[in-house]
């Protein structure tokens, strides 16, 4: 290994032939009461210098167990390797004791995960976390370590580089702490770095950056990497070449250009198909003109920050500032903004989980003058589907009694009428009857988004608001639950508040859409105003950081991201400036005054 | 902070009213005659009547409640009925072998319960881990008498290794001490077990290991200080049962402390006295919570006092 007080930067030999990391035969099981249960099968690979091999598939497909096996850091002994070789270079990492397994994590093979937010220890500061990282394969003095570790994070692009070095995870944002994983992972010039779902959890302009960070460390290291994600625009945007796994094999091997312009297996060419893209245009019905379901004229939402002796309010969270829209009936109305930009909380506001100034009106009633009964009677005609379906359903209750628990807490029907009720909406959302007695736990991730929509069903709403409704599936379900939004919102003339990061999902689903920062709106119009002809310079950031799913896309090399989105606190008293919506033709809203 | 502070040392001193009213009510309405205690039983109606009224006993509630804190707040926690001293002597003598066990014992119960947390934590599920969890579960469930005797009997009556009872020398201090850890250990090896196994299944625990460091490293810099954040909330709430535990164990083994004070005056109604002991446990509770607060930010830079 190279000394590590030398910068990231430097000397680039050309891919060597020979491969960095090989697999051959890779089975991993699961001990169960039953013997041994493979979740990876016979699995053969390998990954060259500088090279990017990306394995994709969907959850359970077994591409995060085989990068564990391949760092030796299975929940031994329950999960094991049970066949087959990993070779680094000559040494058959399978055959390793855990002491000489421990000196090759992190120095020749490092590893960056899906969640920077935990991925952190959260009582060590930056500084820590790096320099022990350098310390565990280098036996160097503290200031060299110190040197190395500042070095290390200045290359992954990171402001103020001596101050984090001081600062604790819980002081960064997701993409700077993404970074820090990064800079720790590649400290020590590691010969394969193992990048599993490395953006997944990153807002798109983030993930842009860190996707930029990890091509350009690869061309100055030569660090091969192997990428796990299920994210094909990802693959098409990183890979040179691509493994599709599907419950644990290998179902496809081939140069990601080929994969994506000819799929050989059927697996794929669905798996590919599945994928949102942006600019597919899906007829959609014109809008009515009908009154709207939904008016929300300035509505703000802030959060107080309490302090002081007397538990004054010393700051305030302004997460939704004056925010004005109309939802019209059986329409897709789609918020869309980075994490933290009040998207959710005009949902929350809108069902009255959070207070809000300014006025929302629902089915034609106000909702602040409104008592007890009356909310309450507002609330039939709006229901929510969230993000996790999991968390979203009583783990100890029936997909029926869930379904038909609108009904009770609304005391409509008998207990056989309900359950009627909760039979139908079954079926309706491709369910089948014999299922109403299961639990939660007996269905797919897919089909228990299913019983959140048939729940929300129950009451006949006239708009169903569906946060990241549709986020956490896996493509081929997202595919799927999306068509059935689309079939119920034409069959049943319901309206969608449609909250969602996914710029591509959005363009695929809306007829019109918002696009939200820092608590404003900043750009509004129908979906081809927006997507087509987006004015705004962070409208115009967002469309322009998605992966695109086409490994023969050229970016327009237009200006590299950077920086963080500023934070919505201020103190009390003081607030965002406010901006000032300009119609530049056809309804197309746009923000004429922004500051940067 | 500051005005962290402020708030909590008003709110202990509500809290402490709360204390002194509900003892006092419970000893009011005690069957028990602390007069007749004092006068003996040989003493006539008049005699009694007399020290009764000495006392002001005779008294409405309110007046006798009245008077106690008029006096508490100038720091004066009344005579003992019996040894006819200042209640405020008696336990400032008292205090410092008090303080001395209760250091020594939260500190034997800490070392003695998180090693055996941590280490079950890391045997989990096989036959070590079954050990230790046996362990703690008798240490939780035998009454404190018992263990008190119990080592009394075997390492200082049998074995003689350490006095029978008394105060002094360190040796005086090891029983005592230990029978307390050991008492307090089951609870806190259960709290560290779980919450060390759930801070190893976290994602900074496997970024640790990724990082190819030993196992000793990851487990005391990264895990440990993690897993003992709710424990250290825990210390606080636990002295409230410690002064329990140091009554029983200060009376066994002759611990000239304001446990064995206390033991003493409820035996004799010596309601001054139960008075005081019951304010300076209820103080040492409050230290001991607010310490935990202030304490924990140090641990975890997330945790901010305002």
Known sequence: MTVAAAPLSGAVAAPDALPVLSVEGLTVSVRTEHGLRPLVRDLSFHVNRGETLAIAGESGSGKSLTSLAIMGLLPFPAVRATAGRIRLGATDLTALPEAQMRR?????????????????????????????????????????????????????????????????????????????????????????????????????????????????????????????????????????????????????????????????????????????????????????????????????????????????????????EKVSF?????????????????????????????????????????????????????????????????????????????????LLIHDIGTPDDRRNAAADLMRRVGLSNDQLDRYPHEFSGGQRQRICIARALALKPDLIIADESVSALDVSVQARVLNLLRELQQELGLAYLFISHDMAVVDNISDRVAVMYLGQIVEMGSRAQVFSNPQHPYTQRLIEAVPVPDPAHIRPPGVRLSGDIPSPLYPAGSGPAPVVLQDIGGGHLVAQSWTR | MAAFLFRRLMQSALILLGVSFITFVLLYVLPADPVRQIAGRAATAQTVENIRQQLGLDQPFVVQYGRYLLALVQGDLGRSYLQKTEVVDLILSRLPATLLLMMAGISAELVLGLSMGIAAALMRGRLGDQVLMMMSFVTVSAPQFVVSLLMLYVFAVKLGWFPIGGYGTAAHLVLPALTLGILGSGWYSRMMRSSMIEVLRADYIRTARAKGLGRARVVLRHALPNAVLPIIAMIGIDIGIFMGGIVVVESVFGWPGIGQLAWQAIQRVDIPIIMGVTLVSALAIVIGNLLADLIAPFIDPRIRLR
Request: aromatic share 2%.
């Open chain 1, 104 to 320: 090759i994590r992190g120095d020749r093979i490092a590893m960056i995960f899906q969640e920077p937010m935990s991925s952190l220890n959260p009582v060590l500061t930056i500084g820590t976390q790096l320099i022990e990282a350098i310390c565990a394969h280098q036996d160097v003095s503290p200031s060299a370590a110190q040197t190395a570790a500042l070095a290390a994070l200045t290359s992954v692009r990171l402001s103020h580089p001596k101050r984090r070095m001081a600062q604790y995870p819980h002081e960064l944002s997701g993409g700077m702490r993404q970074r820090v994983m990064i800079a720790m992972a590649l400290a020590l010039r590691p010969e394969v770095l193992i990048a599993d779902e490395p953006t997944t959890a990153l807002d798109v302009t983030v993930q842009r950056e860190v996707l930029d960070l990890l091509r350009d460390l690869q061309r100055d290291l030569g660090t091969a990497i192997i990428l796990i994600t299920h994210d094909m625009g990802v693959v098409a945007e990183m890979a040179d070449r691509v493994i599709v796994m599907k419950s644990g094999a290998m179902v496809e091997q081939a140069p990601v250009g080929s994969l994506f312009k000819a799929p050989a297996k059927a697996y794929t060419r669905d798996l590919l198909a599945a994928v949102p893209r942006m600019g597919q245009r899906i007829e959609r019905p014109e809008p009515t003109t009908a009154p709207p379901v939904a008016r929300l004229q300035d509505v703000i939402v802030r959060f107080p920050l309490k302090g002081g002796l007397f538990g004054r309010t010393v700051q305030q969270v302004h997460a939704v």
């Open chain 1, 326 to 406: 109309d939802i019209r009936r059986g329409e897709t109305f789609a918020l869309v903004g980075e994490s933290g930009c009040g998207k959710s909380t005009i949902a929350k506001a809108m069902v009255g989980l959070v207070p809000h100034q300014g006025s929302i009106t629902l089915a034609g009633q106000t909702l602040s003058g409104l008592n007890r009964d009356q909310m309450k009677a507002v609330r039939r005609r709006v229901q929510m589907v969230f993000q996790d379906p999991m968390a979203a359903l009583n783990p100890r209750k029936t997909a029926g009694d869930l379904i038909a628990e609108p």
